[in-house]
């Protein structure tokens, strides 16, 4: 029990039903003189806005946020001293329904039942202020009990997923100023809330980060008027609005177009519309403050003077940016930045746009040590990792969301229940705090104990449900788990991970007996991976681009396989045309193996790629954010069929995290960054990168550019630190070791490096037959010097035929013929 807040909570007395005003509550006090210091802690079920003498107190958006709110209900500690006056002062409060009392999740579409996904942890709104005044000599306290009066106000609509209605003609003019007469309000009823859950808020509260002006605004076909902000962000629309009193302006959102008219079927059922009736009168401003919503577009009906996007989310400290000379390359990561920011809205969630916006588990731990590179998320994820721990502790099993709005018992998954290991791991790398272990400790082993007591005779996990390479590509639309790679496979996979984690976690908490445990396990299973799913010579099962990653990746292969696997691999993504063949499971997984195996430039190209689906499609597309699918827009502009199509998931832009470990090189030899390694490679495509990170420790840099013949390498390291630094293609491999400062080295890239002219004679032509540019011109020189030759089948049967190996076939090869080849391979690229 915390001694900090003894306040108990309020609710609205006067009747209510779902979906119904949101309640406002006031009360005066009065003060003799002015105290030292005022401290207002605010918090509730639902979303608060509190007021101290008609000013709104801080500058928190949808505060608290969400958290396991029966367990952990952050209070926000305000400075309000300057707002106390000596005399009469009025303290108020709007409670919107928020997370506590509104609809989440989409249960209901499978348990028919009026409120299926409402009232998740009360029925209604329920505020908790306590107002601490400090005069030296002593304490008074001001705290929410029956002394507050309330009553319905302007907000008479306030859903996170459909949207608030405000009409300004029903605001109570000066309620939370001294004086009002609310004689016609109620009395607040006390309502019961266990104060033990009630702790300080840790984590960065969401705020309004930033506002987007229009950057069109246009007529459709149908002749409504649609503002096109160029992001797609989560937040709302602010507008100023001139019109007659009981006039109403109607606000829908949506991420895309089709036809120039507003899809909303990205939303799913959350209806995202807001209403604003006028008050009359005179310009009027109105920002919506109890939802928000994922957009780029707004379709707005009725008047309008100004209008702004207000981008609203955990307002945390950048820490990660990257960029490179492929602006298509800088987009993509700009991209997952995006989605990042428009995910952190207190909860890391899968996305911010449709009835979902919850936090799947798998998704972060998919993304967790992204998100970590690019903002400090010690606080949000923090947060949610202790909402993890105790929801698991309750339920007995990490739930497929956390906070858990599905209410549906979980078995253990791979990827998804095992963020439990890998988040606290992911964050303890970047930070090198082992407090982060401590804490999930308990987490951390229970999970894994759990899957322990449920491994077959052969040491498998190989019952139960997994989502398994969660949307492969190639499944089914309506079948988003029907993935190509075995989903035991993928299982036993991250089970070789994470117990190899929680053994090195037990190990650096000095938990011998477990660790020993620990260790044997992790053993146990990857043998047991490596003779259910594997060749001596190094084949995987399944023979996907998802198994062989998993398997290098993850370290679960000896080096003759892995070097094996490594070229099956590479063989796999070339065939594929340098196009995505791995869902959630394996994307993040694709280039660190292909790059632990020797083969950069196959990761390049696979990083260059443009077509369908590619990790550059979505830019080619126009996207600003990442998608749930990567092609969820199809190349005819309209939109995938599949009913589950977000336009906002970072879980797959986990990807982007090869740049900053390999293009930009920066990795962590020891938790913290207080040793790391510096070792770019450039390749294909790029001739400069550049990447700048904030450590616990301080600033490091890292860039390198290649220009007629020379490459220039630039690191800086902040004090404290030391750097492993690998020169790429230095002639004589140097390697060696930095202290703080800056350093720069220039020197003679290797013979003929040309990074802009990616194709030789001894590429292979299956290489070829994926950049159609190229490939074009490639074809022209055939038709008209060796117009017999059927070379594309010639390709497909022998995938390594090179021209090379064509023109070595033939009796008499022309000087011309050669030469135009070379020509044909410079034709610039269009994959
Ligand atoms: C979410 C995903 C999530 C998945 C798992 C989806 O509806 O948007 O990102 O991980 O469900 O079932």
Redesign the pocket.
């Given at each position: 029990m915390n001694e900090k807040y003894r306040a108990g909570f309020v609710a609205a007395s006067f009747p209510r039903r779902p979906e119904g005003p949101a309640p406002y509550f006031r009360r005066e006090f009065t003060v003799g003189r002015r105290p030292e210091r005022a401290t207002l802690h605010v918090t509730a079920l639902g979303i608060v806005e509190p007021y101290l003498n008609g000013t709104r107190v801080g500058d928190e958006a949808l505060s608290p946020g969400w958290t396991s709110y029966r367990h952990r209900l952050p209070v926000s500690a305000h400075d309000v001293t300057d707002l106390v006056e000596p005399g009469t002062n009025a303290l108020g409060a709007i409670v919107g329904e928020g997370w506590a009392v509104g609809r989440i999740g989409f249960e209901s579409l499978t348990k028919p039942g009026e409120n299926a996904d409402r009232f998740h942890y009360t029925d209604r709104p329920a505020l908790f202020l306590q107002l601490e005044l400090d005069y030296g000599d002593h304490t008074e306290t001001i705290r929410t009990d029956e002394a507050f009066t309330c009553a319905s106000g302007a907000v008479v609509g306030h859903s996170l997923y459909d949207g608030e209605t405000y009409d300004a003609r029903l605001e109570p003019e000066g309620w939370s100023t001294a004086g009002f007469d609310d004689s016609g309000w109620s009395p607040a009823e006390p309502f019961d809330w266990d104060p033990a859950a009630l702790i300080p808020r840790a984590a960065e509260p969401i705020r309004r980060v930033e506002e987007l002006s229009p950057v069109a605004v246009t007529t459709s076909p149908s002749g409504r008027t649609i503002v096109d902000f160029g992001q797609n962000i989560s937040g709302r629309v602010r507008l100023t609005t001139t019109g007659r009193a009981g006039q109403t302006v109607t606000i829908r959102h949506a991420e895309i177009l089709t036809d120039g008219e507003l899809n909303v079927r990205s939303l799913r059922r959350a209806e995202a519309v807001d209403r604003y009736t006028l008050r009359g009168g005179g310009p009027e401003t109105w920002e919506p403050r109890f939802t928000f919503h994922g957009f780029r577009y707004a379709e707005i009906d009725g008047p309008f003077d100004e209008v702004a996007a207000v981008v609203v989310h955990s307002d945390m400290r950048r820490t990660g940016w990257f960029d490179c000379s492929d602006q298509r390359v800088g987009k993509l990561h700009a991209n997952t930045v995006w989605s990042m920011r428009d995910n952190f809205v207190g909860v890391p969630t899968?996305?911010p746009q449709r009835d979902?916006r919850m936090g799947?588990t798998?998704?972060i731990n998919a993304f967790g040590p992204t998100a970590a590179f690019l903002y400090d998320v010690r606080g949000v994820l923090g947060s949610w990792l202790d909402d993890l721990a105790a929801e698991q502790r309750e339920l007995g099993y990490v739930p497929?969301v956390v906070p858990d709005a599905l209410h549906s018992p979980c078995e253990p998954t791979a990827l998804?229940a095992d963020a439990a290991v890998s988040l606290p791991w992911a964050l303890y790398q970047e930070y090198g705090d082992a407090g982060i272990l401590r804490r999930a400790y308990p987490s951390m082993t229970g999970f894994v104990r759990d899957v322990e007591a449920r491994l077959d005779a052969d040491g498998l996990w190989s019952s139960g449900f997994q989502?398994g390479d969660?949307l492969d590509p190639d499944a089914p639309a309506d079948n988003a788990a029907a993935a190509k790679t075995d989903r035991y496979l993928v299982a036993n996979a991250y089970l070789a991970r994470t117990t190899r984690e929680l053994a090195e976690t037990a190990k650096i908490l000095g938990e011998a007996a477990d660790a020993d445990h620990f260790s044997a396990l992790a053993d146990r299973v990857r043998a047991a991976f490596r003779r259910e799913y594997t060749t001596p010579g190094g084949r995987l099962a399944g023979e996907t681009a998802t198994a062989y990653s998993l398997a290098i990746a993850f370290g679960l292969l000896d080096p003759v396989q892995e070097r094996k696997a490594g070229d099956r691999l590479a063989a796999l993504v070339t065939d594929a045309g340098y196009r995505i063949s791995t869902g959630?499971a394996g994307t993040p997984h694709v280039l660190p193996a292909l790059t632990r195996t020797g083969h950069l430039e196959e990761a390049y190209r696979m990083l260059l790629q443009t077509g369908r689906p590619s990790f550059l499609y979505p830019v080619t597309m126009g996207a600003t954010t990442i998608w749930?699918r990567w092609d969820a827009l199809l190349p005819d502009g309209t939109m995938h069929p599949a009913e589950?199509t977000?336009f906002n998931?970072y879980?797959l832009g986990a990807s982007v995290h090869w740049l900053h470990t390999t293009v930009g090189g920066l990795t962590p030899i020891e938790p913290g960054y207080g040793r790391m390694r510096i070792a770019p490679r450039p390749g294909i495509g790029l001739t400069h990168a550049s990447l700048r990170h904030l450590t616990v420790h301080g600033e490091v840099t890292v860039s390198w550019k290649t220009a007629d013949g020379r490459i220039t390498v630039e690191a800086a390291i902040p004090p404290g630190t030391e750097a492993e630094v690998v020169l790429p293609l230095h002639p004589e491999a140097l390697e060696t070791v930095i202290s703080p400062g800056a350093h720069i080295w220039t020197y003679d890239l290797p013979e003929g490096y040309d990074p802009l002219h990616r194709y030789t004679l001894t590429t292979p032509i299956r290489t070829l037959l994926s950049d159609t540019g190229v490939w074009e011109a490639v074809k022209r020189v055939f038709a008209e010097h060796l117009p017999h030759l059927p070379v594309e089948h010639a390709a497909k049967a022998s995938p390594d035929t090179t021209l090379r190996t064509v023109l070595d076939r033939l009796p008499d090869v022309p000087d011309a013929l050669e030469s135009a080849f070379v020509n044909a391979l410079k034709e610039t690229p269009s994959c």
């Open positions: 899968d996305c979902e799947w798998g998704d497929f998804w989502f969660w959630f749930e589950m977000s998931h879980a």
